[in-house]
């Protein structure tokens, strides 16, 4: 059974561009939840989709957003970007019950704003 | 609100010593605590998920325990090697609420 697929692996960006990272679930997980991870920091949740619907976010800004499409995968949108969302993201996914089976995450995306 | 604290934060020990890590949080209405590592730079790997109506599980030389009542959580690492070294975190997934808590982790370096 394949992983949670997270691509790209690295990606390097200049102030104020976009930057799209994606997520492939577990094949029968229907939830995709988003962290970022700062150098030296905790994770702090992002978001979190279920059924093709954004269900809740975190305390960050709209210019962090994304979205969820039919087969379940996901991606994450970072507009105008600052240096200070260079990071780790993570993505995990669940069954929707994931307070029950738990999450499993991918290997994430590295974003360097330079 | 939930918080959830791991001691020590960092920790370095000779190869083959047993080990313990220690997870603490503040509510005790969980549904489920689950232990994962982090290498450098890399994603999450789950460890061990413990339900909440379980006391402890076991994985190899891994065996996490869980005692709702007192807040705690131990991750016990049997005869420690060089390639356990990495940052071990742990979770709690609150009653009534959609996502896990973290810790911070404990960062662990196993000496050869």
């Known amino acids: 059974e394949a992983g949670v697929t997270q691509s790209p692996t690295h990606l390097i960006k200049t102030r104020g561009q976009q930057a799209t990272l994606r997520c492939s679930p577990i094949s029968g997980h229907t939830s995709v939840y988003w962290y970022q991870q700062a150098l030296g920091l905790g994770l702090q949740f992002l978001l979190w989709y279920d059924e093709g619907e954004e269900r809740n976010r975190g305390n960050f800004p709209p210019r962090f957003s994304g979205r969820q499409f039919p087969n379940y995968s996901s991606e994450l949108n970072v507009n105008a970007l600052e240096l200070e969302d260079s990071a780790l993201y993570l993505c995990?996914?669940?069954?929707?019950?994931?307070?029950?089976?738990?999450?499993?995450f991918g290997s994430g995306t590295r974003l360097t704003v330079v | 609100k939930q918080e959830v604290t791991q001691i020590p934060a960092a920790l370095s020990v000779p190869e083959g010593e047993n080990l313990v890590l220690n997870c603490s949080f503040t509510?005790?209405?969980?549904?489920?605590l689950q232990w994962f590592r982090q290498d450098p730079g890399k994603g999450l790997t789950s460890l061990l998920l413990i339900q909440s109506s379980q006391r402890e599980q076991t994985s190899g030389r891994l065996n996490a325990s869980l005692d709702k009542s007192s807040g705690r959580s131990t991750l016990y690492i049997a005869a420690s090697q060089p390639g356990d070294s990495a940052t071990y975190l742990c979770?709690?997934?609150?009653?009534?609420?959609?996502?896990?808590?973290f810790g911070t982790g404990t960062r662990l370096k196993v000496l050869a």
């Open positions: 979770a709690v997934f609150p009653s009534g609420t959609y996502k896990y808590i």
């Open positions: 509510d005790s209405a969980i549904y489920n």
């Open positions: 995990a996914s669940s069954y929707r019950q994931a307070g029950v089976y738990g999450y499993t």
